[in-house]
Every structure is written in structure tokens, then in C-alpha cells.
């Protein structure tokens, strides 16, 4: 067990440091384009639906279904589906309640796609001027640093999910660490850039997005310490469709509302089916 254990953490580690990404494209001045950031966000909801329709919560209700074999074939696989199904709305739940919980203001699931454009992303402003600016720079401080804690507070859950695929299969595993990797990158560039812009420190910002990708194995070790018992036998069915439920969740909440915002509809729509279509050939080729 503690191979796997290692492994499912490992692949966490990297799902969450997939924020790196977004904080060095941050401080670069790079990768903030409407069209770049619509492509990613579209691109990570379709992995996300696709995984958890067709892998997630299926998995979960074959794991609950084979739970009571002395009930019957039928009527253990209608149990199954049920329990699958309650925990799948579970999970959403739970995550919409802690979602509700958060500040709208600096709620990571608000995140437009864009990171204050007016104020951050515009190159050919006097930058003595801007450095002049006290005010300014203080709020643009402020704001990458709520916007920080935030998106570490949310990684948490997401660092969890992440685990628990990673230790029921590699061929689940896999697309769900993609998933969440490319969905950590446009989180980076929020906490980097206007980090970057109020400081003027590349590495202060750097290190300070990186850390909020952190907080997804920390999520993961907290986890496991605190739900190990869940995570074998039947019980494990009912964490998967929950996992499920959390994912499509922060998909239609958070990447697909984000990626619109852009205003690059199209590119949304593709990226989406693209997204998609690339997790369905990851898992036949698994």
C-alpha cells in the first residue's frame, strides 16, 4: 500500500505545481492573451466532464455494486447506481457549500479569465507613474494575496480528488492530473501578475502562486490521514463518484463561466470538445 500511496501522492505534487506554469508565465508578461486563457480553461472543463461521466462515476458504481453480491446481480447493480448517484450530488453539494462560504469578491470560481486588465495587463503605461502610485500598488498587493490564500483554501479539495484517482488507477489517474494541472495554470497567473506589478519582485511572485499550488498534496496527506478507512473496500466507490460530483462542479461553476468571460466563445466550444476528444483516446490507448 505505501507504494501506491507515494505514487498517488507524487502525481498530486504535480498536478498542484502545474501552478509554477502560470506563475512564470506571470511575471514573463506571457501566456494572458483572451484566446490563450479561453483555450485552457475550455480544454481542462472538457477533460474534467469527460472523466467524470465516463470514468469517475461509473467506476464508483461498479465499485458499490459489487458490495453486495448476496443481493442478487440486478439488484445489487441498482444499489450500486443509487448510492454512486447520492454520492455524485454529494460531492456537489459539499463543494457548492464551501463555494457559497468564500467572499464572492475573491472567489476563485469569479475569476473571469482576465486579471484586472485595466490595471495590471496594460504594457505601454508610464511605469514612473505607476511606481508613483502607492495606492495602487498596495490594492494590487492585496488583491494577489487574497486571491492566494483563496485559491490554496479551494486547491485543497482538488488536491484530495486528485489522490484518490491517482490511487484506484493509473488510466483514471492520469486524465484527472491533466485536468487539474491545466486548470492550475490560469489560477498561477492570477496571484502572480498582480503580485508582480504591486512588488516588482519576479520571485516574490513566483512564490507566492507556487504555493497555493502546494496546498493540493497538502490537501491530499490531509486527506488520506483523515478519511485512510474510506479509501478501501466499498466505501472507496462512493469517494470516487463523490470525486465525481467536485469536479463537474468546479467545471460549469468556475472554467467554463471564466473561459466565456474572455469573450472567445468559439474557442471556448472547441477547446471543450477538444479537451474531451483528448481524454477519450488517453483512455483507450490505456
Do not use: C
Not at 470560481?109 to 496594460?122: K, L, Q, T
Not at 497555493?212 to 478519511?227: C, M, W
Amino acid at each position: 500500500m505505501v507504494v501506491p500511496v507515494l505514487i498517488a501522492l507524487l502525481l498530486t505534487v504535480v498536478a498542484g505545481g502545474a501552478t509554477s506554469i502560470g506563475a512564470a508565465l506571470g511575471v514573463m508578461g506571457r501566456g494572458t492573451s483572451a484566446r490563450t486563457l479561453a483555450g485552457g480553461l475550455g480544454l481542462s472543463a472538457g477533460v474534467m466532464l469527460y472523466v467524470s461521466f465516463v470514468e469517475l462515476l461509473p467506476e464508483g458504481a461498479a465499485v458499490l455494486s459489487g458490495a453486495g453480491a448476496g443481493s442478487g446481480g440486478g439488484a445489487t447493480t441498482a444499489r450500486g447506481t443509487a448510492l454512486s448517484v447520492a454520492a455524485f450530488f454529494g460531492g456537489i453539494a459539499l463543494i457548492a457549500l464551501l463555494d457559497r462560504l468564500v467572499p464572492e469578491p475573491v472567489n476563485p470560481h469569479e475569476f473571469s479569465g482576465r486579471v484586472d486588465h485595466s490595471d495590471v495587463h496594460d504594457e505601454h503605461r508610464d511605469r514612473a507613474g505607476l511606481a508613483a502610485d502607492a495606492a495602487l500598488r498596495a490594492r494590487l498587493l492585496r488583491t494577489g494575496t487574497v486571491m492566494a490564500v483563496v485559491l490554496a483554501l479551494h486547491n485543497v479539495p482538488e488536491g484530495f480528488a486528485t489522490f484518490v484517482a491517482a490511487l484506484q488507477a493509473p488510466e483514471i489517474a492520469i486524465p484527472v492530473v491533466v485536468a487539474i494541472a491545466l486548470h492550475n495554470i490560469p489560477e498561477g497567473l492570477a496571484v502572480a501578475v498582480p503580485v508582480h506589478r504591486a512588488t516588482g519582485s519576479r520571485a516574490k511572485a513566483f512564490w507566492l502562486a507556487t504555493m497555493t499550488g502546494l496546498a493540493e498534496p497538502a490537501g491530499a496527506v490531509l486527506g488520506y490521514l483523515l478519511l485512510a478507512p474510506l479509501l478501501e473496500g466499498p466505501a472507496m466507490g462512493a469517494v470516487l463518484a463523490g470525486v465525481a460530483g467536485v469536479m463537474v462542479f468546479v467545471s460549469l461553476n468556475e472554467l467554463l463561466p471564466a473561459a466565456e468571460e474572455t469573450g472567445e466563445h468559439h474557442t471556448v466550444i472547441y477547446s471543450l470538445i477538444a479537451g474531451m476528444a483528448l481524454m477519450a483516446a488517453t483512455l483507450i490507448v490505456l
